[in-house]
């Protein structure tokens, strides 16, 4: 089956964030919004299929896990990534940023120092400074062609510091677009090992793989760097399903499976809703092929603004990600004073794009743009942006 990810679809009744926010956000709603990491793309047929089906049980109460939950999500990992693991490793929890916030505090002490590679999502530096630990940052390195590698040297002076304890791992990256090689995720795994530092690795993104690429789950490499990671994932980035709020955590231990599974207990948020079981469910067992032609698509948008940028924008500097649906787009030589950057794309060009000062310090100047929706947003967004831009002459 052909699916068409071009569709035009009216969400101003979707109570969609990233639609209905804009004036809270922005200051005004007429935007061309590419900020929200969710698509303006709908779902799986087959996801829809499974959701309707218990729609018209008519019954939303409490629900069971069926075994089958932790079994397609195993063994999807097993058929998108050759890592086999037991589903009895896995644990449900309410999404990727919260259970990151139970494990900084789980995993550590008030005294204790964690590591990040920023520019990174912010809730990876928030979730460390409002638990009330240290944040240390091993920023990355960009070269001339916006394309990020690993400052091995900084790290390891980092990682070897006493009282760093954790290491919150982002592969894929967001906002970057990199999906680390193997030789990368060994380096800081063998490191982490050698200083004794736990990893917390954020795989949200590993389904959104571009052509040419391959992502390698850090708990993967080796029996020893499987024992000291805890994997967070969810199929919600990569079929549209964030709303639903559910995610898988990965324990090699059980002692602390069962510690975040008691904690989850405690604040009662140990269940699913109807929706997002069964949603999940079809997602790993029937959806590869529209995630397959998904990502043909997002692969052809990115491709758009690189060329829209090479061709009438060389002023902004990026380069094509090897994963998400995310671009980093590097606007500090448009000439315009990086604290004004934002101001110009909300009313000069009208476009809506998360401000990189967010993402770290080394982020200023930078925008993410969101690239999951049909060419016409992209098209639109593009070109109001080199208007806006030719008017600054």
Known sequence: MKYNFNERIDRSENHSAKWAEMGMKFGRNDLTPMWVADMDIKTAPEILEAMRNKLEQEIF??????????????????KRFGYEISPATLIHSPGVVPSMSILVKMLTKETDKILIQSPVYPPFASSVKDNGRTLVENNLVKDENGYYTVDFEDLEKKL??????????????????????????EKMGELCRKYNVRILADEIWRDLIMPGHKHIPMASLSKEIEDITITLFSPTKSFNLAGLQASFATFP????????????????????????LVAFEAAYEKCENWLEQLIEHIDGNMQYVIDFINEKLPMIKTAKPEGTYLMWLDFNGVGIPQDKIQDFLINEAKVAMNDGATFGE????????????????????????????????
Not at 61 to 78: F, I, Q, T
């Open 253 to 276: 231990r059980a002692e602390e499976r069962k510690e975040f599974d008691d904690i989850l207990g405690k604040m009662d948020v140990k269940r699913n809703n109807p929706f997002s």
């Open 61 to 78: 109460g409490y629900v069971y896990r069926p075994d089958s939950y932790y079994e397609s999500a195993a063994n999807w990992l097993k």
């Open 160 to 185: 070897s510091c006493e009282d760093v304890t954790l290491f919150i791992l982002c592969n894929p990256h967001n906002p970057v677009g990199r999906v680390w090689k193997k030789d990368e995720l």
């Open 362 to 393: 080394n982020g200023k100047g930078f925008f993410r743009m969101n690239v999951a929706c049909p060419r016409y947003m992209v098209e639109e967004a593009m070109e109001k942006i080199e208007k806006a831009i030719r008017n600054l002459k």
